[in-house]
Each structure stands twice: as structure tokens, then as C-alpha cells.
């Protein structure tokens, strides 16, 4: 996945998700947005160091990955932006 940040004065860490016809058909792309979705609904919490908009564009490596990866690599993207702060 790629996740990009987007700054505004109306930013309030809302989630746009992107997959595009390169992750595969409807179906797969609904399930590879359905994931990140997921990944990010449950670990929103832990964003907690900026209040910008946060973009994901789904990979077709999604449709393969385990669930805990995906988190894993949501969780360290979202480090990379400082969306989590360090200790």
C-alpha cells in the first residue's frame, strides 16, 4: 500500500481509499478496500500525532497478505509520516 497525508484546515484524519484496476477485478478491489478500511478503523487510536487526512492506495499484494501484515505495514507507513508519535 501507499499511504499519502493530506493537509487542510478542513483535514480531521478522515481515510480516503484508493484501488485502482491494476489491484484486479470489482470484486477484489472492493475486498483489497474492504482491508485497508479495516486495518485503519482498528488502529485509528493510535493516531494520534497530526489531524491530516490520511489516503491509502491499495497494492495487489493486499488480496495475498495476512491480516496482520496489512496492519503491520499501515502501522509503519503511518510511522514514516509521523501519524504515530514516537516515544
Same mark, same amino acid.
Given at each position: 500500500?501507499?499511504?499519502?497525508?493530506?493537509?487542510?484546515?478542513?483535514?480531521?484524519?478522515?481515510?480516503?481509499?484508493? @484501488?485502482?484496476?491494476?489491484?484486479?477485478? %470489482?470484486?477484489? #478491489?472492493?475486498?483489497?478496500?474492504?482491508? /485497508?478500511?479495516? +486495518?485503519?478503523?482498528?488502529?485509528?487510536?493510535?493516531?494520534?500525532?497530526?489531524?491530516?487526512?490520511?489516503?491509502?492506495? @491499495?497494492?495487489?499484494?493486499?488480496?495475498? %497478505?495476512?491480516? #496482520?501484515?496489512?496492519?503491520?505495514?499501515? /502501522?509503519?507507513? +503511518?510511522?514514516?509520516?509521523?501519524?504515530?508519535?514516537?516515544?
Amino acid at each position: 500500500m501507499v499511504l499519502f497525508l493530506r493537509a487542510a484546515p478542513d483535514a480531521s484524519l478522515r481515510l480516503g481509499v484508493v @484501488a485502482s484496476k491494476k489491484v484486479g477485478n %470489482a470484486p477484489e #478491489r472492493a475486498r483489497a478496500k474492504r482491508r /485497508l478500511r479495516d +486495518a485503519f478503523r482498528r488502529n485509528r487510536i493510535r493516531f494520534t500525532a497530526s489531524t491530516d487526512d490520511v489516503i491509502l492506495i @491499495a497494492r495487489r499484494s493486499i488480496l495475498t %497478505a495476512d491480516g #496482520r501484515e496489512v496492519v503491520s505495514e499501515l /502501522l509503519k507507513l +503511518a510511522s514514516q509520516a509521523g501519524l504515530i508519535p514516537t516515544p
